[in-house]
């Protein structure tokens, strides 16, 4: 029944009692009913879940540091290990990097989104907005650049308040233009 959807995206911690074997497996077979999946986890679920090679990962500078098994002090560390994740057989990569912004790498390239100064209120909360806003530009069909743009937005509004939610699309299109978004190279 999962065939039905465009993507499904599986977050959060290891559920108790689940092993990261089970975890894995559970995966594997979600992958091969919706290919789609976004995977945003962390310590022994992302490691787990990454052996599935979901379609779309996204974790932080730490997590992926976490699971290189290394520090990752230059730009140049950070997109190697994307580029090990995508040799993996993952088609996306986006690394939130806190206020230095957000990387994606895929097939097409290499780009880095860089938000605009805010006041930070709470980061509570901050990645899961970013994977909405992502989501939100895959199912639109919009360009890598204009989903990253779009996810680094929103999570650039999401830490300078303390509700949840955007609702204010004006103030989103201004923050969305206020992102610097390069290729890298």
Known sequence: WLGQFDMVCVSGSLPAGVSPEAFTDWMTRLRSQCPCIIFDSSREALVAG?????????????????????KLPEMKDVIDAAHALREQ??????????????????????????PPAVDVVSTVGAGDSMVGGLIYGLLMRESSEHTLRLATAVAALAVSQSNVGITD?????????????????
Do not use: C, T, Y
């Open 50 to 70: 990454l052996k599935a090679a979901p379609w779309l990962v996204k974790p932080n500078r730490r997590e992926l540091e976490i699971w290189a098994g290394r």
């Open 169 to 185: 699309r004006p103030q989103l299109a201004a923050m969305m233009a206020r992102v610097d978004l390069q290729p890298f190279n």
């Open 89 to 114: 057989g993952i088609a996306h990569v986006v690394i939130s990097l806190g206020a230095e912004g957000a990387l994606w790498v895929n097939a097409s390239g290499e780009w880095i989104a860089k």
